[in-house]
């Protein structure tokens, strides 16, 4: 980035559960089975590698649940990646838009910082008009694609790489106020001076009241457990029309 001049604030969203309920990778999954049916067979590859979880971390596990694109050229990634982030629209939490769009008229400098894949969170970033989007970076190619993952840490060291040393004070991001549901953004909300915590657990309910942050509590999808399960081992297999609530924008 090349201006150096530091903006009257910066805004800083998380992706998945924060801007929409639902993890993206489930939904993207789902759209690129709809259109090409046979790549359900590499389900059984993910499932295997399930028991390592605890060895392999989240982000060897993202480069196996990401097996299914094995084959797909960059040009149609980029064109179905293109066609789901316009999907994703509607199901973007209202209450959030209102607050990235509160942001945007304060003149705050906004920044999408996600763990999902780049390759599809740079076009839903441009979609929603975010100045800034990060994602996981992700070589396809091979079976198992290289990537790194943008989760933790990682997402404020990257930040600090790109951002203008002049858009941080005393070690934070000047006037910035995060947005996240999950605690392995608190390395994030540390760069922050203030915070909003969306849909939280109740370890980052408590974190968010001695801090002082504020709670949002928007509607999700699904009325219980049992309903979420259904709907996420729907968008797993690649069943059903629209499980996740995102197809009714696709013209």
Known sequence: MNDATPPPGIA???????????????????????????????LPVFLAFLPLTGLLGAGGMKRIFLSYLYGISPEKLDEYSREFASAVMPAIYPELLERLEEQRRRGDFLILASAS????????????????????????????????????????????????????????????????DSTADLPMLALCETATVVNPSAGLAELARGNGWKIVHPARPWISKLGFFARTLALLVGAGDDPGGISKSVK
């Open 12 to 42: 800083l969203f998380d992706l998945d559960g924060t801007l929409i309920a639902w993890d993206c990778q489930l939904l993207f999954r789902h759209f690129i089975l709809r259109r090409e049916p046979w790549r359900g067979v590499f």
């Open 117 to 180: 894949p780049e390759f599809y969170v740079k076009h839903i970033g441009r979609e929603l008009g975010f100045h800034l989007t990060l994602g996981t970076p992700v070589e396809t190619g091979t079976f198992f694609p290289d990537l790194e993952n943008h989760k933790g840490v990682a997402k404020v060291e990257r930040l600090r790489q790109i951002l203008p040393a002049s858009y941080f004070q005393d070690d934070r991001l000047r006037n910035c106020h995060g947005y996240t």
